[in-house]
């Protein structure tokens, strides 16, 4: 399975900032994803990361609130931006196994947003 | 957009005690999958199905992937204390797509 490192894990933002989670991971993959996980909810998913290409984005999530970077096949950014309370969540990147068919998760960054 | 029905959305169990939990859906999935998360931390997968009627252990933890391709089911047995927290079903249509998720069954186990 894939090593999913996720910066921060955790951080307490003000209102109306924007902020940068990063995701790593240790061997080149083919699909990331980016989910949000609201307090006491499921996953849902906000945005798949294509490499060298715009991320392709689901209902109710937008770019210029989402902003996502691919550069390459370990790496990828979503920022949160102009940020309220409402944004406090857990972002979770994600990635395919090498076949597609196996999903695996980092371990989150938790943002608060006072 | 596709939904999963998991259930139960809690369980409250005495360790030692066998569980189970299950998740429907309306369409059909090609690959099931089950996750684990505890408080503070990603989900992390337990076990992943991928042809209908599949029956699959890993330790304690058995899943099944349903003939219609619209279920799954996933059994703890002679449950302990860490098996506590939340766990999600997570459907997925073909390779390399997303997941949907069902929204959780919340373990605890009462010594």
């Known amino acids: 399975s894939a090593v999913i490192s996720q910066k921060p894990s955790r951080d307490i933002c003000q209102r109306g900032t924007s902020l940068t989670i990063q995701c790593q991971v240790d061997?080149?993959?083919?699909?990331m994803f980016w989910y949000r996980q609201q307090p006491g909810q499921s996953l849902t998913l906000i945005a798949t990361a294509n490499q060298g290409s715009e991320a392709t984005y689901e209902s109710g999530f937008v770019i210029d609130k989402f902003p996502i970077s691919r550069p390459n096949l370990t790496f990828s950014t979503l920022t949160v931006s102009n940020m309220s309370p409402e944004d406090s969540s857990i972002y979770l990147c994600s990635v395919a196994g090498q076949l597609g068919n196996t999903i695996y998760f980092g371990e989150g960054s938790w943002l608060t947003v006072v | 957009g596709q939904q999963l029905n998991q259930s139960p959305q809690s369980m409250f169990i005495q360790e030692g005690e066998d569980v189970s939990m299950n998740c429907t859906s309306s369409s059909i999935f090609n690959t099931w999958l089950w996750y684990k998360q505890d408080p503070g931390e990603g989900p992390v997968l337990l076990i992943a199905l991928y042809k209908a009627g599949e029956l699959t252990s890993n330790g304690r933890l058995t899943a099944q992937f349903g003939i219609t391709r619209k279920d799954s089911f996933l059994n703890i047995s002679a449950s302990i204390p860490s098996d506590v927290g939340i766990y999600f079903c997570a459907g997925q249509l073909a390779g390399n797509t997303p997941l949907v998720f069902g929204k959780g069954t919340r373990l605890s186990v009462i010594a």
């Open positions: 061997s080149q993959v083919t699909m």
